[in-house]
């Protein structure tokens, strides 16, 4: 048996979990909705407050989706309670983020304004010109979200230029010595 999927999940107050016959997971609370669909191999129950995950069969395979989906619904209701964010930094020579309603306009050294637009239950904010913050309920959605905006110009190794995240440490490469 998985160590994670063995542990309970605790349900705050708030938060609603429901189970339907298609093997369905559906957290609700006051921040939203979220369902994750769960495989056959994994049972759910939901009692006195507390979520619990077993596998049907004792196999490799049920092993290891016991701790993902016990990690997935735990992430879930995390989510709604908390929420999850990352924040963006733009770093190079004109480079910079401005919000436009839902919108954020990036100008990232190429000829024409980049124009990035939320994915269903993300916020995108900008605290200042050089960051940019994703914020939402689902980690998932927040994650592919940052490496989406990251990805439109990764940071280069010689000057730094580019997206990072802001806990990301960039190497600096040394550049072209001259001639002896």
Do not use: W
């Not at 609370?29 to 049972?43: D, E, Y």
């Not at 990764?154 to 230029?161: D, L, M, R, S, T």
């Amino acid at each position: 048996m998985s160590r994670i999927g063995k542990k309970p999940i605790n349900i705050p107050a708030g938060i609603t979990v429901s189970v339907d016959e298609h093997n369905t997971v559906t957290v609700e609370g006051a921040k939203g909705k979220l369902v994750q669909p769960v495989s056959k191999l994994i049972n759910v129950k939901v009692e006195d407050g507390v979520v619990t995950l077993t596998p049907v069969k004792e196999t490799t395979e049920a092993n290891s989706m016991h701790g993902l989906y016990r990690t997935l619904i735990n992430n879930m209701i995390t989510g709604l309670t908390q929420g999850y964010s990352k924040t963006l930094v733009i770093n190079g020579v004109g480079y910079k983020a401005t919000q436009k309603g839902q919108d954020i306009e990036l100008n990232l050294g190429l000829s024409h304004p980049v124009f990035v637009h939320p994915m269903e239950n993300i916020t995108l904010s900008c605290p200042s010109p050089l960051e940019i913050k994703v914020e939402g309920i689902s980690k998932e959605a927040v994650g592919q979200m940052a490496a989406n905006i990251r990805a439109l110009r990764p940071v280069e190794p010689y000057h730094a230029y580019g997206i990072r995240y802001s806990d990301e440490v960039v190497i600096k490469k040394e550049g072209k010595k001259a001639g002896k």
